[in-house]
């Protein structure tokens, strides 16, 4: 989960800092950002968003937009790619979510910034600057 060590290198945390305030193992913490699925339960995502201050459920709709953001962002934080993607980012088992409405309530809760809006129809281009 690269999102992970983002947002802890963005703050100069070490892991074993990150750990600490999430209230989980260091390991745990080594083995989320490396991707081991096992490692990331809903109550340890859940520690670890409440470590960042992110007030937002990682499971709703909204949170699994904005995770997929995060994973895509450049170093600018900044996301240009197209809804298609987006859709693709988020996988089959989300097929009954709407990325272009996820996208709409996390601006007006403070998550983007750039309008989410159509470009080119429900397939079209967009450019998102994530708020971490």
């Known amino acids: 989960m690269k999102w992970i060590a983002r947002m802890r290198e963005e703050r100069s945390w070490t892991q074993g800092h990150l ?5 989980v193992s260091e390991r745990t913490i080594q083995r989320m ?10 109550e340890t995502l859940r520690s670890i968003a409440e470590a960042f201050e992110i ?3 990682l499971n709703s709709p909204e949170g699994r937009v904005w995770l997929a953001l995060v994973e895509h962002a450049d170093a600018n934080r900044e996301v240009t790619s197209t809804w298609a993607e987006l859709r693709e980012w988020l996988g089959p088992d989300a097929a009954d979510i709407d990325p272009h409405e996820a996208a709409i309530h996390l601006y007006k809760d403070g998550y983007l910034r750039g309008q989410p ?3 080119g ?4 281009a967009f450019n998102l600057t994530l708020r971490m």
């Open 19 to 23: 750990a600490k305030r999430a209230e």
């Open 33 to 42: 950002e490396a991707g081991d699925p096992k490692a990331a339960s809903p």
């Open 55 to 57: 007030d937002l459920p």
């Open 117 to 119: 809006l159509f470009e």
């Open 121 to 124: 129809g429900p397939d079209g």
